[in-house]
């Protein structure tokens, strides 16, 4: 990313931060001062007041960079498009922060890197998820950290039959099933009992939600692996949740499909700070309790 490539640049805020508001407002003072043109979607222009842009989705193919200031549920809605291989420089003003890696005071210094073409971009690599339903077109989504099969609360637990490359692998019955890229390895997969998985690798996992039997674990997949999830009981209330922020009922007929996303994910990173470090820093891992 040279100097002369970054002319628009896409902010995108989190409506209900006030943190949030406040910095995008010194960001947009910024930009100006370095004659840089701000692109806001039309949710962020209007809690600040500010000329709108067009939908969060459609974003990254109209900019250069994109700097998201909120928490990793921001990036994740920046990220289920299409990407135009947009980079993103996320600054995390949320609790945990995983994609959001880089604390607000760092916002300027990191953001003139990346116009100058000195900042490190690492690649994350997506899920493609696509429900296949008889009769009707099938629906093809886009996931950065997860796709979540579950039952509601008050569900009975459900049976899963799953496949990779066409070869029976089980049938679970479990509250639920997640299949994660390395970078949602440390969402509700680490919740669920699940491996941490280095986020460049190039696979995903399979975890099984509280499963009725000792011998179901995670299984760790290669990225190139096609997963077929059939729901198998005839529970009405079973839904697909997509990186947390979107739910769609599924029923027997459903066939879901997950396979490599061949467009990834661009973040800005800070070759200062390993991923060990944002473990131990955001989870406290390999600590001693007590």
Not at 100 to 117: D, S, V
């Amino acid at each position: 990313m040279a100097d002369n490539q970054v002319r628009r640049i896409g902010v995108v805020l989190k409506g209900s931060s006030p943190e949030a508001v406040d910095l995008g407002r010194q960001l947009l003072v910024e930009l100006e001062r370095l004659g840089v043109e701000p692109v806001l979607d039309q949710q962020s222009a209007a809690v600040i007041d500010a000329a709108a842009g067009p939908q969060r989705l459609q974003l990254p193919s109209e900019v250069d960079l994109i700097v998201v200031l909120g928490g990793d549920g921001s990036l994740l809605s920046v990220v289920r498009g299409e990407l135009a291989g947009t980079p993103i420089l996320g600054i995390n003003l949320g609790t945990l922060g995983f994609l959001t890696e880089h604390p607000a005071e760092t916002l300027f210094p990191i953001l003139h890197a990346a116009i100058e073409g000195r900042a490190a971009i690492e690649e994350r690599e997506r899920l493609e998820v696509t429900v296949h339903t008889p009769g009707e077109e099938p629906v093809v989504h886009k996931v950065l950290n997860d796709a979540v099969i579950n039952k509601s609360a008050l569900a009975r637990i459900v049976v899963l039959s799953v496949h990779v490359n066409n070869q029976f692998v089980s049938r679970f019955r479990a509250d639920g099933l997640i299949v994660a890229t390395p970078t949602g390895s440390t969402a509700y997969n680490l919740s669920a009992g699940g491996p941490i998985l280095y986020p460049t690798l190039n696979a995903m996992v399979v975890t099984p939600i509280c499963p009725h039997t000792l011998t179901n674990r995670p299984i760790v997949l290669p990225l190139d692996a096609v997963v077929e999830v059939r729901l198998e009981s005839l529970s009405e209330e079973v839904y697909l949740t997509l990186d947390g922020q979107e739910g769609f009922p599924l029923s027997p007929r459903d066939l879901v499909r997950i396979r490599r996303c061949p467009e990834p994910v661009r973040l800005v990173t800070d070759h200062r700070r390993s991923f060990f470090h944002i473990l131990h820093r955001k989870l406290k891992w390999g600590e001693r309790g007590g």
